[in-house]
């Protein structure tokens, strides 16, 4: 199975992070769930390039990429990903428009394991628990 590189982006503000959920359409492994926003990694694209591009056409906002925090890969039943998180500064406080979304939750990272999130999503937030 190929593996698809995808970028999600950490984004906290006033201590507590962005945590959206998917529509419930697509893959029915992800549909539903709580994700941290992003998307594929285009050819020739830095996971920086990517998670700025991904956010302004996920949620019209302008992020800056910090650093790299981790990376996990996941095999779903439909398809296998290379999931990178970026943390992200953000400049506003608007708040995200909703497009690939039906929701969205500003949680305290030890709240993070309250919520259903994708499986690679979850394999992250252990990671970044843990990095605390």
């Not at 769930?33 to 992003?38: A, D, I, K, T, V």
């Not at 302004?56 to 906002?61: A, D, F, P, S």
């Not at 910090?66 to 296998?80: D, G, Q, S």
Request: aromatic letters at 6%.
């Amino acid at each position: 199975m190929n593996c698809i590189d995808v970028v999600c982006a950490v984004i906290e503000r006033q201590g507590k992070v962005l945590c959206m959920r998917r529509k419930n359409r697509g893959a029915a492994s992800t549909a539903g769930l709580f994700e941290f926003p992003g998307g594929k990694i285009e050819a020739g694209e830095t996971p920086f390039e990517a998670i700025v591009r991904e956010i302004r056409e996920e949620l019209e906002w302008e992020v800056t990429p910090l650093e790299l925090l981790a990376t996990v890969t996941h095999e779903y039943p439909e398809f296998t990903i290379r999931l990178t998180a970026v943390r992200c500064g953000i400049s506003d406080d608007a708040e995200p428009v909703l497009h690939d979304h039906d929701d969205y939750r500003w949680l305290e990272p030890a709240e993070l394991p309250s919520l259903n999130w994708a499986a690679a999503d979850s394999r992250l937030i252990d990671k970044l628990i843990l990095q605390r």
